[in-house]
C-alpha cells in the first residue's frame, strides 16, 4: 500500500483546509482517525503517520468534543517524539452508530465521514433480510449513500431468487452478487471506487469482507480466516475498526462482524428504508391513523388486497418501536451528561474561587 504525503489523500478535503486556515494561526495540524485502540489513536497526517491521545480538558471532565472514532478528522498538537495530543472532533459528514451492546452505555460510534456503506452478505447462508432492514436504516440514516454487496456468488449455481428477496427490501438501493475468490461482480463497483472515496464495510462475521478488501486492493493487505462453508461459521478476522488507503486511492473501513445490531432514533433512515410502507400514510381517512383498526385505512388495505407484506409492516412496526425507544434513551443519556457537566463546572469554580460558594451557597 502506497502512503502519499499530504492529508487531501485521505480525503480531506480543500474546503475543510480552507476552513481551518480562516480560523487564523493555529498550533495544531489536521489529522485523521484511522484505527482506535482504546485510549490510543492511530493518525495520519501530513507528517506522516503517528499516534494521539485525547487531550482529558476537552473531551474528559465536562468537555464539549466528541469522542472521535475511525474516519474522523480531528486536530492535533504534532509531537515527532511521542504521542500527539488530540484536541479537537472536526465536524463530520457522515456518521454510523448502533446502540451500544453494552447496557446503559449509550451509542457506539463505528464510523464517520464516509461515502457509501457496503452492507455485505453472504449468498451461501449468511443471507438475512430482516437483519438487512437494520443495516439499511441505519445506513440512510448516517448521511451516506448503502449498497448492499452479495459476496460468494461462486458457492451457488443460481442466485435469481436471493435478489428477488433482497429487492423486495432494498428498493432503490444497489445491489450487487460478487465474488472475492474469483473477481466475478467486481467490474460494476467502479461508480463507487473512486480516488479520495471512503466506503466502510459492515456485515456478520464470515461473509468475506476481509478477502473482499483484498480482492478490491489486488493484493493481500489482511489476513484472512478459513469458515466452514457448510454452514458460514467462523472467527472474526477483523478485531478493531481500521481506516486502509488502497493504492488505487479508495479508503475501506472495515469492521468487526457485529453480533448485535440494536437501533438508534433512525427515523429518517426508516423512511428511506420503507418508504414502500410509508407511501400508504397520506391515503389514509384520518391525518393521526395508527394503521391498525381505524376504518379507511389505506396501510391496512394495501395489506388486505396483498399489495403490501404483512412481515414487511410488521418489521416497520418492530423497527419503529426500537428507534422511539432508543430516541428516549438518548434524551435520558443526553440530560443526565449535562447535569454532570454543569457539576463539573461548578466544582472548577468553586476550587478556583478557593472555597468560596458565592453565588452558588452563603458562604463568602
Not at 15 to 34: F, H, K, Q
Not at 171 to 198: E, Q
Request: one cysteine or more; charged letters at 25%; aromatic letters at 8%.
Amino acid at each position: 500500500m502506497s502512503h502519499p504525503a499530504g492529508l487531501e489523500a485521505y480525503g480531506f478535503l480543500p474546503a475543510m483546509r480552507a476552513a481551518l486556515e480562516a480560523r487564523g494561526s493555529i498550533a495544531e495540524i489536521p489529522a485523521r482517525v484511522t484505527a482506535v485502540h482504546k485510549e490510543r489513536y492511530a493518525l495520519v497526517c501530513d507528517r506522516g503517520e503517528c499516534y494521539g491521545r485525547l487531550k482529558s480538558a476537552v473531551y474528559f471532565n465536562g468537555g464539549t468534543q466528541e469522542f472521535p472514532t475511525t474516519g474522523d478528522f480531528v486536530l492535533i498538537q504534532f509531537n515527532e517524539l511521542g504521542d500527539s495530543i488530540i484536541t479537537e472532533t472536526l465536524p463530520r459528514r457522515s456518521l454510523f452508530a448502533r446502540k451500544n451492546p453494552t447496557l446503559g452505555e449509550g451509542d457506539q460510534v463505528v464510523a464517520a465521514n464516509f461515502d457509501s456503506v457496503f452492507i455485505m452478505q453472504s449468498l451461501n447462508h449468511d443471507l438475512n433480510p430482516k437483519r438487512l432492514e437494520r443495516y439499511l436504516a441505519l445506513s440512510w440514516q448516517s448521511g451516506a449513500v448503502p449498497v448492499v454487496v452479495l459476496n460468494k456468488a461462486d458457492l451457488v449455481d443460481s442466485y435469481a431468487e436471493q435478489m428477488n428477496e433482497i429487492l423486495r427490501v432494498a428498493a432503490g438501493v444497489d445491489i450487487f452478487a460478487v465474488s472475492a475468490k474469483t473477481g466475478y461482480g467486481f467490474d460494476v463497483l467502479g461508480d463507487y471506487l473512486k480516488p479520495g472515496k471512503t466506503i466502510v464495510l459492515l456485515g456478520s462475521s464470515g461473509v468475506g469482507k476481509s478477502s473482499f478488501v483484498n480482492a478490491l486492493a489486488g493484493e493481500s493487505i489482511m489476513a484472512v480466516n478459513e469458515i466452514r462453508e457448510d454452514d458460514s461459521k467462523g472467527r472474526h478476522t477483523t478485531t478493531h475498526r481500521q481506516l486502509i488507503r488502497m493504492n488505487n486511492g479508495v479508503m475501506v473501513i472495515d469492521t468487526p462482524g457485529m453480533r448485535e445490531l440494536g437501533m438508534l432514533d433512525a427515523s429518517a433512515g426508516l423512511s428511506e428504508t420503507f418508504a414502500d410502507v410509508e407511501q400508504y400514510f397520506p391515503l389514509c381517512r384520518f391525518s393521526d391513523c395508527s394503521h391498525e383498526r381505524e376504518p379507511g385505512c389505506a396501510v391496512q388495505a394495501a395489506i388486505a388486497s396483498g399489495e403490501l407484506p404483512l412481515s414487511r409492516y410488521e418489521s416497520y412496526k418492530k423497527l419503529q418501536r426500537e428507534s422511539q425507544y432508543a430516541a428516549s434513551q438518548s434524551n435520558y443519556l443526553k440530560l443526565k451528561q449535562q447535569r454532570f457537566t454543569e457539576i463539573a463546572k461548578f466544582s472548577k469554580a468553586l476550587q478556583k474561587s478557593g472555597g468560596k460558594r458565592g453565588q452558588y451557597g452563603k458562604d463568602e
